[in-house]
Nanobody, 124 residues
Framework: QVQLVESGGGLVQAGGSLRLSCVAS????????MGWFRQAPGKEREFVAR????????SYADSVKGRFTISRDNAKNTVYLQMNNLKPEDTAVYYC?????????????????WGQGTQVTVSS
């Protein structure tokens, strides 16, 4: 497993942007599918985006498609989530997740490593 640490959350007005980062420990980062999930108060943790090992295959939840972009820098052991045109409904704790190997899953149960989360609050 890898240890994951997120950063970059904060308070932003609707229409604004934030970039989340997640740094992974260890030397095998490039062998992990990376994902971002989020959890709003009183709601289930939900899939946001996923990126495969090489970074060439990405997937997004319909609610963020066209506004969010996931990317990775394997040399820096880091995965990013660029969030543009933020909406109040994007308010949540955002979690970075990792799963060894390529996975096409959007199910949080299929990701074995998790960060502690970073709060994103979007005001209207």
């Amino acid at each position: 497993q890898v240890q994951l640490v997120e950063s970059g959350g904060g308070l932003v007005q609707a229409g604004g942007s934030l970039r989340l980062s997640c740094v992974a420990s260890g030397r095998t980062f490039s062998r992990y599918t990376m994902g971002w999930f989020r959890q709003a108060p009183g709601k289930e943790r939900e899939f946001v985006a996923r990126i495969m090992l090489s970074g060439g295959d990405t997937s997004y939840a319909d609610s963020v498609k066209g506004r969010f972009t996931i990317s990775r820098d394997n040399a820096k052991n880091t995965v990013y989530l660029q969030m543009n045109n933020l909406k109040p409904e994007d308010t949540a704790v955002y979690y970075c997740a990792a799963q060894y190997g390529n996975t096409w899953s959007r199910n949080r149960a299929d990701f074995g490593s998790w960060g502690q989360g970073t709060q994103v609050t979007v005001s209207s």
